[in-house]
């Protein structure tokens, strides 16, 4: 799960770095988003199955927020992929759900940043889950400040600062991008432990079991 955020967030800060800095054709980079928004979504979809199983408490709905979140940035990349737009098609169809996106994710941020230590401001550096939220807060800010300024303008039909823009989306990528990859370990050391757990399982049952054959075995020729 935490692979699949750090290439949607992968995808979403080198789109934001060529669009500011690249000649870079735009459908090219549209493409880019709307392929890290997919995996965005992925991902997003597993970690709300996972907090099922934990009830419906703050993660959970911190999740379904998220993934709410992502399907936005979903319907917004795959919009930006039309050509010839007027400004307000570009809006509507564009901008408003990854603005929207853009809200939702800062939203489940903040919920998931509370829920580290029940509290809405704490610093604890030396805290990986800390770390986590914290990045993922910060990232969800760069990214609604992105959207805020990539609202296009009737007058000039041009965002209202592309600069703050794709510097937004660049730095929220990063941010989501880092704090993602922070979790591999801790999903791969998972992983291995439901391994181990059920080895021991197996080799338990095949234990219990061994007695009541070899018993069978044994009493078979006195019948």
Do not use: K
């Not at 509290?119 to 990045?135: I, N, Q």
């Amino acid at each position: 799960m935490a692979v699949l955020f750090v290439i949607g967030a992968a995808c979403f800060t080198v789109g934001g770095i060529v669009t500011q800095w690249s000649a870079v054709s735009r459908p090219a980079i549209g493409y880019v988003f709307f392929v890290g928004s997919i995996f965005f979504t992925t991902a997003a979809a597993l970690q709300y199955a996972e907090s099922l199983a934990s009830g419906r408490g703050i993660e959970w709905l911190s999740s379904l927020v998220q993934l709410a979140g992502t399907i936005l940035f979903n319907i917004s990349t795959f919009a930006a992929l039309r050509h010839n737009l007027t400004t307000h098609q570009e809006n509507a169809r564009v901008w408003a759900p990854d603005a929207f996106g853009s809200i939702a994710f800062l939203v489940s941020s903040a919920m998931a940043f509370y829920g580290v230590r029940h509290r809405w401001w704490c610093f604890e550096l030396r805290s990986r889950d800390w770390d986590v939220a914290a990045l993922n807060l910060l990232g969800s800010i760069a990214f609604g400040l992105s959207a805020i300024a990539s609202l296009i303008e009737p007058s000039t039909g041009e965002p209202v600062s592309a600069h703050v823009a794709n510097s937004g989306t660049s730095l929220g990528g990063i941010c989501f991008l880092v704090a993602a990859a922070m979790l591999i370990p801790g999903e791969a050391s998972t992983g291995s432990s439901r391994s181990d757990d059920a080895t021991r399982a197996a080799d338990d049952e095949l234990g219990d079991d061994e007695p009541d054959r070899t018993t069978a075995r044994q009493a078979g020729p006195l019948h």
